[in-house]
């Protein structure tokens, strides 16, 4: 059977075809042969992820994450790996939360005799709250 995955909303972004073949070696080795014959071959190690990130499909948080699940040996490995696909979205959002926090306190540094105690306890639960996501990613 061929599956046929046509770019560019394939796992890489190319067109792409996916054999599934009777198990047997000799079954294997002939239609690889076959294929080679005809100027095809299979995918190197890594080869689709590298394709992906070339055409923009995965970022390096999900190329990272990816080669994390990839090499999980525990449970704990494996569920901290799935949490990173979402990487560059969860660093942005923290990215956007130090600023809004440096803000922050950079405004009640300057404006300091205009502020009572309520700024302070915004500007704790902004940082926080950023420390709070990142105790949950790294799963404590």
Partial sequence: MAVIFKGPMSYT????VELHLHGSRGVVNGVLLD???RGYRMAERGEFTMRAFDNGKMDLYQVESLGSLLTADTEMQRVQ???SQGGKQIM???RKGLVMGLAHAEAIIDFSGDSDNTDLQDEAAIWGGILEEVKILRGR
């Fill in 92 to 94: 942005e959002g923290w």
């Fill in 13 to 16: 972004g190319e067109d792409l």
């Fill in 35 to 37: 294929l080679n014959k």
């Fill in 81 to 83: 790996a799935l949490r």
